[in-house]
């Protein structure tokens, strides 16, 4: 019984693909932008680093030297990195030298980074959140030669958004392009699928079909992939079954014959003046005791065509209809008159005869007697 509401194999195919190429993506997008993401995170405390290690001299010199203008390059230059969001700049005594907002300038700077790396010397980096979401927060103590103390500090908010829209924009592109690997994977997959499997199974289909079951030829294509092998198969059993119905039937033919043998040698040997008609299941007449022939079904007469006394065949017709039990009656048969007896053979009881019909001639001027 065919399940309603199944898919094709096109179709199962089609979202079984579909489905591992969708996960693949995502688990390799998943992977690359964290990948991303940890090497443009590296990046960025590397360059928080290079500050922290040769950028604050120049600062400090310039701060040492209070030369503001040169301060002011280099700390324009620091805030035209999209990654910086914000520098302030400290003297010694923590009090600001430059800021973003100028009315903060001279202005004390109350920041407990600023204060720890003025009175240890250390740099300090660690990650914060600000309005923009993650951030690294670097302050870097500005030292000049020959001098112990810091001359001031600098300190720098460095931001994670421009990394982070980095990646985005990566994986946007990256979509776009799997996107399209994917459209493309399924449907050259699809194609493969339907030349490779779909065809072939039609034509399996429609030679199986096609197929005479009296004759059960071998035409299944063969070939060396999968399919031939299965048509090999297929070509190799109707093969073994023509063979075996070949057999079966010269096997029932023997049988038959046999049968129409033993019938033929036996009424004759208990009733030697009888004679005797065998007739097979489509009513011709395979034996005629008369000829001592058995007769090919093929070319066998017809019982009807034989018989033209309404009495025989009123026997014939009741015989059939009492199966197992015998008809008997006066009849005449090819102008010869005949005490008749039919038997109608049960059903199964035999491979090929169906009646008989034992004929035995009547006495002189006593045509009503009954014989047998």
Known sequence: MKQAGSWSLLTRISWLTGAFILGATLLTQLYFARHERASLELRLREKANFINNYYSISVAEALANNDDVRLQQMIS?????????SVVVVDGSGEIRYHADAEKVGTPLEDPLLKTALQTGDGVAMDTRNAAGKGLILVSPLRVRNKTSPQGALRIEFTYKHIYDQVKSGQASFHMVAMGAMLLVIGGVLWGVRRWVIVPMNL????VTGINPAL?????KESDDEFGQ???SLNELLTKLRSE??????SVRLQANDETHLIAQLVPALFPETRLLIVDKENRVLLDTNSDRITDPSTAPHLLDLV???RLSSLVGSALQKEGEATRGSVTFQDLAYEAAVFRIPEGHSKIVKTIIALKPAPSGDSNKEAV
């Open 245 to 250: 119905w070949a057999n079966q039937r010269a």
């Open 77 to 85: 230059r620091l805030e035209e990195d999209p990654e910086i969001t």
């Open 204 to 207: 399996l289909r429609s030679t």
């Open 308 to 310: 033209t006394d309404v």
């Open 230 to 232: 299965v048509n090999d």
């Open 216 to 220: 059960l030829d071998t035409n299944f």
